[in-house]
């Protein structure tokens, strides 16, 4: 768990290359496959401008050769092969260009299967996957980590191929025309380039700590701005400042520290890179002063090295690139891999539940919290059509019963049976459209107030919604906005209230005529006015439902058919409201007290 943690916080990580680490990345490639063909053509064509580019420096040759007049080749003519230089470099503009075009097209599909499927998988993964996450980090893979390989897919594979192509291919070339110079340029280039390349790279770590830097100082930032009133009311300006500059000031060390290597690296760089350039000039000229070599040899053996340089100085770059692939990759499959998927996507024939349900012993421990037993020896038995109420203090797992009826979670000990089933032996999907839930807090979503209400049952009709806003008490606000039904509400839209909210959200639930109906304090944050237009629409929508009502105001209670007390996970009490206020020192009883107490000191 821990490591798993710290791959999910650096974003960066990157992974040593490993088989395992391969046989992750081809575990994400697999999405390539279904557009295998584009892909394929894209690596011929790609083979194919790399072969062009490197006639490019033996062409160049040639030209002096004719130019000085040393040529042994078969075209003899300065014209002709300029206008074959030409022509080859106008035939690799339109293959690179069908080969940049494919390539995107194959990585632009692939990438949003990819996040198709995280997405898919996410939707499906239980409240026990989500309780471990953060939805930031879930996020970040969705986007970032499939960005990252977007990026290996249609440029790194790419890159890495032409590279090699081009190293293989400008070696072959030097050694066959001048083998001597060849051996004299194998003994100083790479060395160089590889030294420059590690010494690089230690250096982009350098900068990395500056940008870790960096980001520690705007954490300060955020976290002040955020809660600006806090800093305010504390007369903390001063103090966040002064934080602030000393985080700045360690950036600074930081950074010039990494300012120090570079400059080195610069001065090496140019000098050891030329000086090695100058050494193969100065061989080469010997070479053509002796006659061993024509000056257009020379030219194009110059040429191919720079060619042969540059691609492996790029291989080096790629290497820290296919590794933080590998990286992100890890992080998709963990999620694509994740075996606990619930069985929610697939259609499965809807039926009616009767709404009996029967809890036996149950026992449950949240999975993140094994210790913490949040309930012990359960038992509730609810006939069909029945109001049951559940009261008791918060955190006494009144919620959590909901939940383990909805089968968020798995009961550790006991059974729950809905009409004489165990309610794990129904299909899953038709299993929770059965029950219904109007929660405290009401999450709309961004859009108009039809599309939330149409939530509850997507092929609902105009009527439909219209009669469920109409039964759920809603109407009447609803057509006091200019726009009516298509008023945008969410995030970007307007700001409804507690109430009209919570009326929307029983519209939903009378839409979606759930067998099974639960209200986890539906009415608690709402004032009195409010209440009673909610607490009518409630009584429409329980009518003919098995219902379970959590409430702290035991006004809603007093009619239920049957009240159980639950206190620490344990139910203390249960019975009629009037059975239960007769147990002295009952919690029940107690309850009933202190709210008779508050409504006494409010009138
Ligand atoms: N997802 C969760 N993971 C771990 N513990 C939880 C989770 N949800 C609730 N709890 C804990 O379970 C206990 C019961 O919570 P809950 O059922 O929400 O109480 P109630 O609804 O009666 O106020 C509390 O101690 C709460 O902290
Ligand atoms: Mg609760």
Same mark, same amino acid.
């Given at each position: 768990?821990?490591?798993?943690?710290?791959?999910?916080?650096?974003?960066?990580?990157?992974?040593?290359?490993?088989?395992?680490?391969?046989? /992750?990345?081809?575990?994400?490639?697999?999405?390539?496959?279904?557009?295998?063909?584009?892909?394929?053509?894209?690596?011929?064509?790609?083979?194919?401008?790399?072969?062009?580019?490197?006639?490019?420096?033996?062409?160049?040759?040639?030209?002096?050769?004719?130019?000085?007049?040393?040529?042994?080749?078969?075209?003899?003519?300065?014209?002709?092969?300029?206008?074959?230089?030409?022509?080859?470099?106008?035939?690799?503009?339109?293959?690179?260009?069908?080969?940049?075009?494919?390539?995107?097209?194959?990585?632009?599909?692939?990438?949003?299967?990819?996040?198709?499927?995280?997405?898919?998988?996410?939707?499906?993964?239980?409240?026990?996957?989500?309780?471990?996450? !953060?939805?930031?980090?879930?996020?970040? !893979?969705?986007?970032?980590?499939?960005?990252?390989?977007?990026?290996?897919?249609?440029?790194?594979?790419?890159?890495?191929?032409?590279?090699?192509?081009?190293?293989?291919?400008?070696?072959?070339?030097?050694?066959?025309?001048?083998?001597?110079?060849?051996?004299?340029?194998?003994?100083?280039?790479?060395?160089?380039?590889?030294?420059?390349?590690?010494?690089?790279?230690?250096?982009?770590?350098?900068?990395?700590?500056?940008?870790?830097?960096?980001?520690?100082?705007?954490?300060?930032?955020?976290?002040?701005?955020?809660?600006?009133?806090?800093?305010?009311?504390?007369?903390?300006?001063?103090?966040?400042?002064? %934080?602030?500059?000393?985080?700045?000031?360690?950036?600074?060390?930081?950074?010039? !520290?990494?300012?120090?290597?570079?400059?080195?690296?610069?001065?090496?760089?140019?000098?050891?890179?030329?000086?090695?350039?100058?050494?193969?000039?100065?061989?080469?000229?010997?070479?053509?002063?002796?006659?061993?070599?024509?000056?257009?040899?020379?030219?194009?053996?110059?040429?191919?090295?720079?060619?042969?340089?540059?691609?492996?100085?790029?291989?080096?770059?790629?290497?820290?690139?296919?590794?933080?692939?590998?990286?992100?990759?890890?992080?998709?499959?963990?999620?694509?891999?994740?075996?606990?998927?619930?069985?929610?996507?697939?259609?499965?024939?809807?039926?009616?539940?009767?709404?009996?349900?029967?809890?036996?012993?149950?026992?449950?421990?949240?999975?993140?919290?094994?210790?913490?037993?949040?309930?012990?020896?359960?038992?509730?038995?609810?006939?069909?059509?029945?109001?049951?109420?559940?009261?008791?203090?918060?955190?006494?797992? /009144?919620?959590?019963?909901?939940?383990?009826?909805?089968?968020?979670?798995?009961?550790?000990?006991?059974?729950?049976?809905?009409?004489?089933?165990?309610?794990?032996?129904?299909?899953?999907?038709?299993?929770?459209?059965?029950?219904?839930?109007?929660?405290?807090?009401?999450?709309?979503?961004?859009?108009?107030?039809?599309?939330?209400?149409?939530?509850?049952?997507?092929?609902?009709?105009?009527?439909?919604?219209?009669?469920?806003?109409?039964?759920?008490?809603?109407?009447?606000?609803?057509?006091?906005?200019?726009?009516?039904?298509?008023?945008?509400?969410?995030?970007?839209?307007?700001?409804?209230?507690?109430?009209?909210?919570?009326?929307?959200?029983?519209?939903?639930?009378?839409? /979606?005529?759930?067998?099974?109906?639960?209200?986890?304090?539906?009415?608690?944050?709402?004032?009195?006015?409010?209440?009673?237009?909610?607490?009518?629409?409630?009584?429409?929508?329980?009518?003919?439902?098995?219902?379970?009502?959590?409430?702290?105001?035991?006004?809603?209670? %007093?009619?239920?058919?049957?009240?159980?007390?639950?206190?620490?996970?344990?139910?203390?009490?249960?019975?009629?409201?009037?059975?239960?206020?007769?147990?002295?020192?009952?919690?029940?009883?107690?309850?009933?007290?202190?709210?008779?107490?508050?409504?006494?000191?409010?009138?």
């Amino acid at each position: 768990m821990a490591r798993r943690n710290k791959n999910i916080n650096t974003e960066d990580e990157k992974k040593k290359l490993s088989k395992e680490g391969f046989k /992750k990345l081809l575990g994400v490639f697999r999405f390539v496959l279904p557009y295998r063909f584009p892909f394929g053509i894209g690596l011929v064509l790609l083979l194919l401008t790399s072969a062009m580019v490197m006639s490019f420096p033996f062409m160049s040759g040639k030209l002096l050769d004719v130019a000085s007049g040393k040529n042994d080749w078969f075209i003899n003519d300065i014209n002709i092969i300029a206008g074959i230089l030409m022509g080859v470099l106008f035939l690799q503009g339109i293959v690179s260009f069908l080969r940049v075009y494919l390539f995107a097209y194959v990585s632009e599909n692939t990438m949003a299967d990819i996040r198709y499927s995280l997405y898919e998988k996410l939707m499906s993964l239980p409240f026990s996957f989500y309780d471990k996450r !953060r939805v930031g980090e879930l996020i970040s !893979r969705i986007t970032s980590d499939v960005s990252m390989l977007q990026d290996t897919l249609s440029v790194t594979v790419a890159e890495l191929i032409r590279q090699f192509s081009i190293l293989l291919i400008g070696m072959v070339a030097i050694f066959y025309t001048t083998t001597s110079l060849s051996l004299f340029m194998i003994g100083t280039f790479p060395v160089v380039i590889i030294i420059a390349v590690v010494f690089g790279r230690y250096i982009r770590r350098l900068s990395r700590n500056t940008q870790d830097e960096l980001a520690k100082t705007n954490v300060v930032v955020e976290e002040t701005l955020q809660s600006i009133s806090t800093v305010k009311a504390f007369t903390n300006e001063l103090f966040e400042a002064i %934080r602030y500059r000393k985080s700045l000031d360690s950036v600074i060390k930081m950074a010039l !520290r990494t300012a120090k290597y570079r400059s080195g690296f610069i001065s090496f760089v140019i000098f050891v890179l030329f000086g090695a350039i100058v050494s193969v000039m100065w061989y080469g000229a010997l070479l053509v002063q002796s006659g061993e070599m024509t000056v257009g040899e020379l030219l194009s053996f110059v040429l191919y090295t720079t060619f042969i340089g540059a691609s492996i100085a790029g291989i080096g770059d790629l290497y820290g690139q296919v590794q933080k692939a590998i990286g992100s990759s890890e992080r998709i499959l963990e999620v694509l891999t994740e075996e606990q998927a619930e069985d929610v996507i697939n259609e499965t024939e809807p039926f009616r539940l009767q709404g009996h349900i029967l809890m036996k012993n149950i026992g449950f421990a949240y999975p993140t919290r094994k210790d913490m037993r949040v309930l012990d020896n359960i038992n509730i038995e609810i006939n069909p059509g029945d109001k049951v109420a559940l009261v008791g203090p918060s955190g006494a797992g /009144k919620s959590t019963i909901i939940q383990l009826l909805l089968r968020y979670y798995k009961i550790d000990n006991g059974s729950i049976h809905i009409d004489g089933k165990s309610a794990y032996d129904y299909p899953l999907r038709a299993y929770r459209q059965n029950i219904g839930v109007v929660p405290q807090e009401v999450m709309l979503f961004g859009g108009s107030i039809k599309e939330n209400i149409s939530y509850g049952k997507q092929s609902a009709s105009m009527e439909e919604i219209r009669d469920a806003a109409a039964k759920a008490n809603a109407l009447e606000f609803i057509e006091s906005f200019p726009e009516g039904f298509d008023t945008m509400v969410g995030e970007r839209g307007v700001k409804l209230s507690g109430g009209q909210r919570q009326r929307i959200a029983i519209a939903r639930a009378i839409l /979606k005529n759930p067998a099974i109906l639960v209200l986890d304090e539906a009415t608690s944050s709402l004032d009195t006015a409010s209440e009673r237009l909610v607490q009518e629409a409630l009584d429409e929508l329980m009518k003919g439902r098995t219902s379970i009502i959590i409430a702290h105001r035991l006004s809603t209670v %007093r009619q239920a058919d049957h009240i159980f007390v639950i206190n620490e996970g344990r139910i203390t009490e249960s019975g009629f409201h009037d059975e239960l206020i007769q147990i002295k020192d009952g919690v029940y009883s107690k309850l009933v007290k202190l709210q008779f107490a508050e409504e006494a000191m409010q009138a």
